[in-house]
């Protein structure tokens, strides 16, 4: 496993946005803000629709494996679903307030309902209390 590695990454003739710059930071240094989501707010958005339980299908995993021994196993850990989904609506993190300008958004981009980011940018901290309304 690679620990302490530094990555280099050159962007050329590419036209990015803030988001992606903040998650490229980020993911290069240790620093990160902590993302205060409620759980069960995350996981009915993860999942609204029907397609977004694909996530779930290791059907030919399941085959492949079972051919070659007696069991398969599957774990899941809500951490691993948050980073691996492709963006995060900035409404469901409750600190929004008190984070956006450490992701280099803006005043004018502080509309919660209008951003979003890459979960990897973030730490997260799973909360049970509800999401604040404004």
């Known amino acids: ?15 990015y946005s ?16 902590i993302a205060k ?16 339980f694909d996530f779930f299908d290791d059907s030919s995993n399941v085959i492949d494996a079972l051919q070659k021994q007696d ?4 774990n899941y850990n809500i951490d691993d679903i948050f980073y691996n989904t492709g963006y995060l609506p900035c409404y469901l993190i409750q600190n929004w307030k008190d984070i956006y300008k450490e992701l ?21 901290e799973w909360t049970t209390e509800t999401t604040e309304e404004e």
């Open 37 to 52: 989501i409620n759980r069960s707010d995350f996981l009915d958005w993860r999942f609204s629709s029907d397609d977004d």
């Open 1 to 15: 496993m690679l620990q302490n590695t530094v990555i280099i990454l050159i962007v050329k003739n590419i036209s």
């Open 104 to 124: 280099c958004f803006t005043e004018e981009e502080y509309d919660p309902d209008d951003n979003e980011i890459d979960p990897p940018s973030v730490h997260v």
């Open 18 to 33: 803030k988001n992606v710059h903040a998650t490229i930071f980020y993911q290069m240094t240790e620093k990160k803000p």
């Open 71 to 74: 069991n398969y196993q599957v």
